[in-house]
């Protein structure tokens, strides 16, 4: 936990409720954008997002600061989504992920490589947008919160390698996803240079 978090939260607990706005703006987007992932629905991920805060405050006493606070705010949001999910209980889409190899995977992670950095970052957000929750919010940690695979465990309260492998079946559904999405030029041509 930064010293910064740590002073705020301290001062809110002593009773200072307006210190609290200060965590709300350093962990709103982030926050938002993780409920957006997962539930796809940007009123919903509004209302959560609020939920979220609201838990968050009422339970501040309880952050033992084991961990960053950013970890904990992460997992409350996550669960906050899924008892939203279990709520709505939406249909998920399903992928056909076993007929996609590592090898396959790996492909599609170096076509993506060549693209410019931030085609890259809107074609994985589109592609992204199309998994189930739970696997959006897991990609969604690692790659563009860069958060290492044992505090994605603290989130999502699982060991580092059940996410591992967690993460690996969210890659290949992201694989199938992206093949068919993505120019097909840009993979056919990092095929060949493969060969």
């Known amino acids: 936990m930064t010293t910064n978090d740590e002073k ?3 001062q809110i607990i002593a009773g200072d409720s307006n210190a609290f706005s200060v965590l709300v703006d350093r962990y709103k987007d982030l926050v938002f ?3 957006l992932k997962m539930l796809k629905n940007r009123e919903e991920a509004e209302e959560v997002a609020q939920d979220t805060f609201i838990k968050v405050f009422k339970s501040l006493s309880k952050f033992k600061g084991d961990s960053k606070f950013s970890t904990w705010i992460y997992k409350v949001t ?3 989504c899924l008892d ?3 709520k709505n209980k ?3 889409l399903k992928v056909a992920i076993d007929e996609y190899t590592e090898h396959q995977v790996k492909t599609i992670d170096n076509a993506l490589e060549n693209m410019v950095e931030e085609e890259r970052q809107q074609a994985i957000k589109a592609c992204l947008e199309l998994l189930p929750p ?3 919010f897991l990609l969604t940690l690692y790659y563009f919160e860069e ?3 044992d505090e994605i465990a603290k989130v999502v309260g699982l060991t580092a390698n059940n996410v591992k492998v967690k993460l690996f079946r969210s890659r290949k559904k992201l694989t199938s996803i992206l093949k068919a999405n993505l120019e097909p030029e840009i993979i056919e041509q990092y095929e060949r240079e493969r060969r």
């Open 90 to 92: 939406k249909e998920q």
């Open 33 to 35: 954008t993780l409920s």
């Open 134 to 136: 739970d696997d959006s």
């Open 147 to 149: 958060q290492s695979l």
């Open 8 to 10: 705020i939260i301290n």
């Open 84 to 86: 939203r999910l279990k």
């Open 78 to 80: 996550y669960n906050s």
